[in-house]
């Protein structure tokens, strides 16, 4: 079937260090990969995503890189602010199933200045 | 202001009552789809609908019900047999044919 694994945290870094998210998958064929991010009380947005192997989504300082070889599609930023503290989702879609979205559980994140 | 509304934003409900979520959207997005998030923890899919008029159970979708009447439109009733309804629930839409979804800003549900 179709998961999304990513890393437990809460996680906790100090404003310009350098964050890392892992999340693996598990998926029959090429799906698309997303990071999602939702700051407190509100919906989830659309960070980046990637719809093939090699693919690096981009967005604000983030990046992740679609590994087919690893299944990965880990999230990263060089250098954390106080207002990327937020819970960030891994998720992703198989097209040929009606576009249905697979969610890793989350990551919090909390960035101290 | 195009992108997905949701109402209300705080909803408190009786136990054994009915209550009902709005979700519009105008990005003209075919596929809708209704997620519930408690506490600390991930989205769980309850219903989604790729066209109007039709629509499809979730990993949850017992206690819940939903229509799709028009395309813009997809609202969900947390029924009285949904035995633990507090919770964020939050709307989505996305093309068929496309890879991304969008949400709304999500309506907090609290059963007292």
């Known amino acids: 079937g179709n998961s999304v694994t990513q890393m437990e945290g809460p996680v906790t870094l100090s404003e310009e260090a350098f964050l890392t998210i892992n999340c693996t998958y598990t998926a029959t064929g090429y799906p698309s990969l997303f990071w999602y991010v939702q700051y407190p009380g509100e919906g989830l947005q659309l960070l980046l995503k990637a719809t093939k192997a090699d693919d690096k989504g981009s967005n604000k300082g983030f990046e992740a890189t679609y590994r087919k070889e690893t299944t990965s599609f880990h999230l990263e930023k060089g250098s954390v602010q106080v207002s990327d503290s937020a819970v960030y989702f891994c998720?992703?879609?198989?097209?040929?199933?009606?576009?249905?979205?697979?969610f890793g559980t989350g990551t919090s994140l909390t960035v101290i200045p | 202001d195009g992108g997905i509304t949701q109402s209300p934003k705080y909803l408190f409900r009786k136990e054994g009552q009915n209550v009902t979520l709005s979700c519009e959207q105008n990005l003209n997005h075919d596929a809708m789809y209704w997620y519930r998030q408690d506490p600390g923890q991930g989205l769980r899919l309850i219903y989604y609908?790729?066209?109007?008029?039709?629509?499809q159970k979730g990993d949850i979708a017992e206690g819940y019900s939903v229509s799709r009447e028009k395309k813009e439109s997809f609202p969900l009733t947390v029924t009285s047999a949904q035995k633990n309804p507090t919770a964020f629930y939050l709307c989505a839409a996305g093309q068929v044919s496309g890879n991304t979804i969008y949400f709304g800003e999500g309506s907090w549900l609290t059963v007292v």
């Open positions: 609908s790729q066209i109007v008029n039709d629509f």
């Open positions: 998720a992703l879609s198989r097209g040929n199933t009606g576009n249905q979205f697979y």
